[in-house]
């Protein structure tokens, strides 16, 4: 980055536990002052001087809700800032599995921008990506790098995680980086993996596999000055009002 060496690590989400079974959860997980693994990580931050991005940690708040929280640590091991999950996954799954994030876990209500040193980054979380209102606020308030840490599932992987992440790489003209876990998980969870970098032009710049692993790339920040003077989509979004057409039915979501 610029004759910069990066000191910045992404890790997926749920990097601290990775279970299904409600009741279980519950009973590991700790609030953050308390958690283990954040001061693992914290002590870690420190000792290899490096900026630490905790895709996500399930961690308690109340005594029967959780938060599905991205913590970004400090060369110094301070937490520089904190995001909650905002879009929780309730889906029906096309092979029967039905999942229900809003049973146990809390949803966040503010958008994060972290100041670095090389840019600042807009933080989310896995689900977060498939709604690009939240991206585009993240780049309009000043982010170039999105983080995307994420357990995404087999099926919907193969069908929308490239094109998903791509978009929100286009159409805000930023990079994307998205650590993921992948593999099969004692839970009999399946995750698709395929950790990935991606250019403010929607190039793949480093992908990984299903099997643990780690991306090591180089970014040049000047790519996104670039992107975003050649097609300038964040200057160009004019504020607009739906009039609905003759004989229309108004829409209420």
């Keep these: ?6 000191s910045f690590v992404l890790t997926p989400e749920v990097t ?3 279970e299904f079974d409600r009741e279980r959860l519950k009973s590991l997980v700790r609030v953050e002052s308390e958690d283990q693994s954040v ?3 914290a002590a870690l931050a420190q000792e290899l001087g490096i900026w630490l991005h905790v895709g996500s940690l399930a961690l308690r708040v109340s005594a029967d809700r959780l938060v599905n929280r991205s913590l970004l640590f400090a060369p110094d091991g301070s937490v520089a800032a904190r995001y909650d999950k905002i879009h929780l996954f309730d889906v029906d799954m096309p092979n029967g599995e039905r999942i229900r994030e809003s049973d146990t876990f809390a949803p966040g209500h503010e958008a994060v921008v972290a100041a670095l040193p090389w840019g600042p980054l807009g933080l989310s979380i896995c689900y977060d990506m498939r709604f690009p209102s939240l991206f585009n606020t993240l780049a309009n308030a000043g982010a170039v790098f999105l983080a995307v840490p994420a ?4 099926p919907t992987g193969k069908a929308h995680w490239h094109v998903l992440l791509r978009s929100r790489a286009i159409e805000t003209g930023s990079f994307v980086f998205a650590a993921a876990q992948g593999g099969a998980h004692e839970c009999g969870r399946h995750t698709f993996g395929h950790s990935i970098a991606i250019t403010p032009w929607g190039e793949i710049i480093a992908e990984a596999g299903t099997d643990p692993g780690l991306l090591v790339f180089d970014v040049d920040e000047d790519l996104v000055k670039r992107d975003r003077s050649r097609i300038p989509v964040l200057q160009n979004a004019p504020t607009f009002t739906l009039k609905p057409a003759a004989g229309m039915i108004n829409y209420t979501p």
Excluded: Y
């Design 1 to 6: 980055m610029g004759g910069v060496t990066w």
């Design 16 to 18: 601290n536990i990775f």
């Design 39 to 41: 001061e693992g990580f």
């Design 151 to 154: 357990a995404f599932t087999v």
